[in-house]
T-cell receptor, first 114, second 109 residues
């Protein structure tokens, strides 16, 4: 049982390049989340998904897109990377969020945009 | 921004007790979480409080006062491995987590 996994672990991009971050979970969780974590700030929600085929915007969605084609995978895309998107990105999942549920986090992806 | 605050950094001695405070302001509240995050790693769940009072779990305890918008995490018998950041987060009326910036706890021998 791997829990939540993320690929890649680290990436360097040039401004304007695109990339996709992959999150996978093997816990059969319905809800999945993408956060970014920056120094001196709390985790901020980018997008989330309440189930296969559905996505919704979080607090800071601009510049990102997501897809949830399979229940176990949640992809985060950057179409044209900017230096302001340099951050550590965490994926999380929870059984549901129709009530109170603990979120389980992946190990993170460190992204540097030059 | 989101109305949740915790100290940036705290230092304590191995074997001692430390209390990390968290204050929040929100109109919709569905509980308060504490997570631990070691440097370069993922946050991991520590505790959840939704009712006022103290929840004890081994060396770690968490307290909540809803009327005061206040919580604390109490760590006893500190060990070097407790050096980490401690994140508090409240769950809002939409069941979304609103996170504090984290408190970096440094343990000295």
């Amino acid at each position: 049982n791997a829990g939540v996994t993320q690929t890649p672990k680290f990436r360097v991009l040039k401004t304007g390049q695109s990339m996709t971050l992959l999150c996978a979970q093997d816990m059969n969780h319905e809800y999945m989340y993408w956060y970014r974590q920056d120094p001196g700030m709390g985790l901020r929600l980018i997008h989330y998904s309440v189930g296969e085929g559905t996505t919704a915007k979080g607090e800071v969605p601009d510049g990102y897109n997501v897809s949830r084609l399979k229940k176990q995978n949640f992809l985060l895309g950057l179409e044209s990377a900017a230096p302001s998107q340099t951050s550590v990105y965490f994926c999380a999942s929870s059984p549901t969020s129709g009530g109170v549920e603990t979120q389980y986090f992946g190990p993170g992806t460190r992204l540097l945009v030059l | 921004g989101q109305n949740i605050d915790q100290p940036t950094e705290m230092t304590a001695t191995e074997g001692a007790i430390v209390q990390i405070n968290c204050t929040y302001q929100t109109s919709g509240f569905n509980g308060l979480f504490w997570y631990q995050q070691h440097a370069g790693e993922a946050p991991t769940f520590l505790s959840y409080n939704v009712l006022d009072g103290l929840e004890e779990k081994g060396r770690f305890s968490s307290f909540l006062s809803r009327s005061k918008g206040y919580s604390y995490l109490l760590l006893k018998e500190l060990q070097m491995k407790d050096s980490a950041s401690y994140l508090c987060a409240y769950m809002d009326s939409n069941y979304q987590l609103i996170w504090g910036a984290g408190t970096k706890l440094i343990i000295k021998p």
